[in-house]
């Protein structure tokens, strides 16, 4: 299974040529591809409502790696290639990252850079709890060991549901993941308060970096 994320920056003029194509552009991929979503995404490394970076755009495409998005309006783009190694819950009722086949073998951290998907459609009466609590995640996850790049992203540019997020290596995910004190704490409140009303959780190695890594804010330091 061959998945790519591509991630490209415009000019503020061409905010809404960019608005346009995630429109008018999403049935013809469709048809293309196994599997596409559309995205807006974050500021820098933020997420959360409010925080949207409309001079920045995203799509994961699930299929042929020749089939991308037009990127109206691009100035500059990054294309990763993926491969799934575990996936939980749903995207839009399906489960994209499943191709049915033989569970991957465990990930261990000379395995190379892991891409992280969080993905969820929150409760409306949720949403304000849920918000407030990954605040303090957002601080936290630029300082974090082992971290290349992360910003927010939703199928709208308002209200993300999600996060993309590279790391050097598995271990530095699972240091993240269960050891830092704000995102563990939101990972116990989501199985107690049920903010989502469906969910999808999954990484992947990373096979491929592309293009401009300035667009998805790639840092080079250890």
């Given at each position: 299974?061959?998945?790519?994320?591509?991630?490209?920056?415009?000019r503020?003029?061409?905010?809404?040529?960019?608005?346009?194509?995630?429109?008018?552009?999403?049935?013809?991929?469709?048809?293309r591809?196994?599997?596409?979503?559309?995205l807006?995404?974050?500021?820098?490394?933020?997420?959360?409502?409010?925080?949207?970076?409309?001079?920045?755009?995203?799509a994961?495409?699930?299929?042929?790696?020749?089939?991308?998005?037009?990127?109206?309006?691009?100035?500059?783009?990054?294309?990763?290639?993926?491969?799934?190694?575990?996936?939980?819950?749903?995207?839009?009722?399906?489960?994209?990252?499943?191709?049915?086949?033989?569970?991957a073998?465990?990930?261990?951290?000379?395995?190379?850079?892991?891409?992280?998907?969080?993905?969820?459609?929150?409760?409306?009466?949720?949403?304000?709890?849920?918000?407030?609590?990954?605040?303090?995640?957002?601080?936290?996850?630029?300082?974090?060991?082992?971290?290349?790049c992360?910003?927010?992203?939703?199928?709208?540019?308002?209200?993300?549901?999600?996060?993309?997020?590279?790391?050097?290596?598995?271990?530095?995910?699972?240091?993240?993941?269960?050891?830092?004190p704000?995102?563990a704490?939101?990972?116990?409140?989501?199985?107690?308060?049920?903010?989502?009303?469906?969910?999808?959780?999954?990484?992947?190695?990373?096979?491929d970096?592309?293009?401009?890594?300035?667009?998805?804010?790639?840092r080079?330091?250890?």
């Amino acid at each position: 299974m061959t998945v790519r994320l591509h991630v490209w920056r415009v000019r503020k003029r061409a905010v809404p040529l960019a608005f346009w194509g995630m429109a008018a552009d999403r049935r013809a991929l469709r048809r293309r591809a196994e599997f596409v979503k559309l995205l807006g995404t974050g500021k820098g490394s933020d997420f959360g409502a409010g925080k949207a970076d409309l001079t920045r755009w995203a799509a994961i495409v699930v299929g042929d790696p020749s089939v991308a998005p037009p990127m109206r309006g691009a100035t500059a783009s990054c294309a990763v290639t993926l491969e799934p190694i575990a996936s939980r819950g749903t995207w839009a009722g399906r489960a994209p990252f499943d191709d049915g086949g033989d569970a991957a073998p465990p990930v261990h951290a000379k395995d190379g850079m892991i891409a992280v998907l969080t993905r969820a459609r929150l409760r409306p009466r949720k949403a304000p709890a849920f918000w407030k609590a990954i605040d303090p995640v957002s601080r936290a996850l630029p300082g974090a060991d082992g971290m290349i790049c992360a910003f927010g992203v939703g199928e709208a540019p308002v209200g993300f549901q999600g996060t993309i997020s590279l790391w050097r290596s598995a271990a530095d995910v699972v240091r993240f993941a269960y050891r830092q004190p704000e995102h563990a704490a939101v990972v116990d409140r989501t199985a107690r308060e049920g903010w989502y009303a469906e969910e999808l959780f999954a990484r992947f190695r990373v096979l491929d970096v592309t293009g401009d890594r300035e667009v998805i804010g790639w840092r080079d330091r250890p």
